[in-house]
């Protein structure tokens, strides 16, 4: 039986119904091997899309390039939500190819959540190193799974470097500064944003994820050193032992 | 003790991004979701600043304030927001709001103007506490007990000439608080001599906060 041709699409479609009966549909749609955004560019592109509108203090795209990936990628999401109030309530489903989310939830929260899929995908230089991310989006997340994920997919990359036989970075020190520069291009947004909307529920979605960028120092000093009672089985014993567990440990006096 | 710093914001991240960020600054600090919450929280323990979220539901940041400004005029409250809007900054800053940011918050500028803002507060309250522990002491600690003495003198030079018990002790309880009012008032001379050198070249360099533990030690006899 031949394998079923792996999908080169991943879909990610969001759907926010209010509470006065309105529904709008947003869908992402990301390259599956690359991650990379397939744009749907809006025609014309505002204004505010173009690169030396506002542009971030740390963009390192050259003169020659007339807009804003990540501007232009955010548009029509934008647009669409220009006089929406934060805090407004909506009912968010997001339907991936494995599975459907669903959470009653402020507009903010759901448009953060999308909106951070465009910017780490659009090929902005700066946000692309978040893109790994998005292979494994969780709608919703607090900033505890978030920050994990983010730690995950950093120590991911470092292995692999690793496996090339290059220089790893297990202690982290430069995912700090990734999100230093990630929350210039969240700032440079926000400002962005500010021209371009009426009410604040754009701003404040790209200032929850600035506030990631925010937490991530203490999450790698303190954060850490607190989920450690999670792994407490690998403080105790790192080496697995090959036959299984040891049934005889008091730990798993339950299985005997 | 640490300055006490609550986070106002319905967005459960930015409550989490700025306790990390100002816990690791050194402030003390708490969260609420709403301005309902925060009600409920500064009733249960009072902050030196709060820091307001505009935008939230069932309460908004600016009723909040306006509260907060009635019941807590002691407490600082600086004004965030994810919209620059001029009028509702000028509104905010005529209800008692000590200033307006808009979000995301440069948290380096931020610790800044709280520990400004929050030390100098900090500092009045603990030279209010100075007075009220030197005015207890003088009052409560001495004249008080002076009080008693003269009352004792007073019944023991009424007693009958053959109760000498009855006179000896009250001469003996009298002693006891006039010793312990010398070894009150020996404290408090070899403190108001330490206070007097604040701010001189080589004086004593004890913060408000730290003259009024020591009052209070003075009070309760634990100070030697």
Known sequence: MALKKEATEIQYLYKFKFDDGTEKNFEVVLNSTTLELIRDDPNPKPEWTKLKYS???????PDSVEYCPVAVSLAKLVESFHDAASYESAAVTVE???????????????LS??????????????????????????????????????VSSYLTAQFLLMRQGRQPDWEMKHLQGI?????????????????????????????????????????IESGLAELEPMFAVFMKDPVAPENGADVTDPAHSHLS | MNERILVVDDEESLR????????????????????????????????????LDINMPRMSGIEALTIIRQKYPQTETIMLTGFA???????????????????????????????SLVRSRSSERALQ?????????????????????????DQASK??????????????????????????LKLLVEFSKRAATIGTPGGTELSPTQLAEQLKGIRKGTTK
């Open chain 1, 113 to 150: 959540a999308i909106i951070g899929i465009y910017m780490s995908t659009s090929n902005c230089p700066v946000t692309d190193r978040l893109r790994p991310m998005t292979r494994f989006h969780l709608p919703f997340a607090n900033s505890i799974e978030t920050f994990f994920r983010s």
């Open chain 1, 179 to 219: 999100y230093r520069a990630v929350n210039l291009v969240n700032k440079g947004m926000t400002t962005r944003l500010l021209k371009a909307t009426e009410k604040d529920a754009n701003v404040n979605a790209v200032v929850i994820l600035h506030s990631f960028g925010d937490g991530i120092n203490y999450f």
């Open chain 2, 129 to 153: 506490e100075v007075h009220q522990e030197y005015t207890g002491l003088i009052s409560e600690d001495l004249i008080d007990p002076l009080k008693k003495i003269q009352t004792m003198l």
């Open chain 1, 55 to 61: 542009q971030c203090e740390n963009c390192p795209l």
């Open chain 1, 96 to 110: 991936t190819p494995q599975r459907t989310f669903f959470k009653k939830t402020t507009l903010q929260k759901g």
């Open chain 2, 85 to 115: 809007d001029f009028s509702t900054a000028i509104e905010c800053l005529k209800i008692g709001a000590k200033d307006y940011l808009v979000k995301p918050v440069d948290t380096t500028e931020l610790v800044t103007r709280l520990r």
């Open chain 2, 159 to 184: 007693l009958a000439v053959d109760a000498d018990k009855d006179r000896k002790k009250l001469i003996s309880n009298a002693r006891e608080l006039m010793d312990k009012m010398e070894a009150k």
């Open chain 2, 16 to 51: 989490l991004s700025l306790k990390f960020k100002l816990k690791s600054a050194g402030f003390d600090v708490d969260v609420a979701a709403d301005g309902e919450e925060a009600l409920e929280k500064l009733k249960a323990r009072p902050a030196d600043a709060v820091l």
